[in-house]
């Protein structure tokens, strides 16, 4: 079992930055694969950043491309993801996740197995 938990969201004023973090429990946090999604009110959740195990391997929604970057730690089994440049659209909730068996898990919400509970980000024109 994989227990991620998100923290680091909150309020900033558009153009800001913050970044928000999601610490993962387990000995092997080297082989998950990661992703972060997020879901607005009213809509559906969708797929902001991915990276691989190693981190080598990274992919982007084309609406935070250029302003987000996803990294991770495995010394600290945390994934961060910086996101700069901030609109009010891109207020959701965040949410991480992580699958074992992909060295890669992609944009498709279906590739993940475990999900974090979520943090709030809110921008503010």
């Known amino acids: 079992q994989v227990k991620l938990v998100e923290s680091g969201g909150g309020l900033v004023q558009a153009g800001g930055s913050l970044r928000v973090s999601c610490a993962a429990s387990?000995?092997?946090?080297?082989?998950?694969?990661m992703g972060w999604f997020r879901q607005a009110p009213g809509k559906e959740r969708e797929f902001v950043a991915a990276?691989?195990?190693?981190?080598?391997?990274?992919g982007y929604s084309d609406s935070v491309k250029n302003r987000f970057t996803i990294s991770r730690d495995n010394a600290k089994n945390t994934v961060y993801l910086q996101m700069n440049s901030l609109k009010p659209e891109d207020t959701a909730i965040y949410y991480c996740?992580?699958?074992?068996?992909?060295?890669?898990?992609?944009?498709?919400?279906?590739?993940?197995?475990?999900w974090g509970q979520g943090t709030q980000v809110t921008v503010s024109s």
């Open positions: 990276i691989s195990w190693s981190g080598g391997s990274t």
């Open positions: 387990g000995r092997t946090f080297s082989r998950y694969a």
């Open positions: 996740a992580a699958t074992t068996d992909k060295y890669y898990g992609g944009y498709d919400d279906k590739s993940y197995d475990y």
